[in-house]
């Protein structure tokens, strides 16, 4: 069986490829990094949104298991929000797409159209508590 023999083309090759390899990871690590304290913003305002939505409950003394659960979707739909903002931010309103055939297309990022049926979910779901966005 015949072995490939190591020439400095083979191997200045194969060291590209690992450095290519290497900014991936790295660039990968640092948009973890970034989510990471997106996240840590998106605790914080999500628990002073909830303190706040609470404090209205109790104002109007509404308490039960029913509104919290509410609260919670609130807050999750708060969560989501933030996240395709983020989308938003580092896709833009249209990103590039390479099709099937290998011709490329601009499509528009669904986030977008996503966050706006999220925003009418949580202003529904303040109306339905008769409460004010925080």
Request: overall charge positive; proline content about 2%; charged content about 40%.
């Amino acid at each position: 069986m015949p072995t490939k023999k190591k020439t400095s083309k083979t191997t200045s090759k194969k060291e590209k490829e690992l450095e290519e390899m290497v900014k991936k990871l790295e660039e990968k690590i640092g948009k973890i990094e970034e989510v990471k304290q997106i996240e840590e913003k998106i605790a914080e305002k999500k628990e002073a949104i909830k303190e706040d939505l609470q404090n209205q409950l109790i104002a109007q003394n509404k308490f039960g298991k029913q509104f919290d659960d509410m609260i919670e979707d609130y807050l999750y739909f708060f969560e989501l929000k933030e996240r395709l903002k983020h989308d938003i931010d580092i896709n833009g309103i249209r990103y590039k797409n390479t099709g099937g055939n290998g011709f490329s297309t601009y499509k528009p990022n669904e986030s977008v159209e996503r966050l706006q049926k999220t925003n009418g979910q949580m202003l529904k779901i303040l109306q339905d508590l008769d409460l004010k966005a925080p």
